[in-house]
């Protein structure tokens, strides 16, 4: 499964990386069958945010690493090199961008976008 991970080079600029969980078969949940696990990461915290249609920002640093699970509307986040991604429903993006320029972000539409962010330890 893929997902956008967003991080900090040595020069102190945000850049996008595509990256990919790999599953491996396990007994998860028994005495249900087997199924695709990923490796665990260690977490500290679970919360959601709201954005409202209009909402922007025109840079910052992720607060902690964390991930975002985008549950309804779409984002547009911009890395401090100008490269720019959509995040839209379904979609997990990974901040590790906790140092340099950081990045930029607004909703994109007249929905409200949900988020789940998962704060990494």
């Known amino acids: 499964m893929d997902y956008l991970y967003l991080g900090t080079k ?3 600029q945000s ?3 595509t990256r990919n969980l790999i599953f491996a078969q396990a007994d998860f949940a028994p005495p249900a069958p087997p199924m695709g696990v990923s490796p665990a990461i260690p977490a500290k915290a679970l919360l959601f945010l ?3 249609p209009g909402w922007r920002d025109d840079a910052h640093r992720s607060p902690r690493e964390q991930i975002a699970l985008c549950l309804s509307g779409r984002m547009r986040v911009r890395s401090s090199t100008g490269d720019v991604r959509i995040v839209e429903p379904g ?4 901040m590790a961008d906790t140092s340099g320029a950081g990045h930029a972000s607004e909703v994109v539409g007249d929905e409200p976008v949900r ?3 998962v704060q990494l330890v």
């Open 115 to 117: 988020l789940a962010i």
């Open 50 to 52: 709201t954005l409202p």
């Open 15 to 17: 850049s996008f990386e």
């Open 91 to 94: 979609g997990m993006w990974h």
């Open 10 to 12: 040595d020069d102190g």
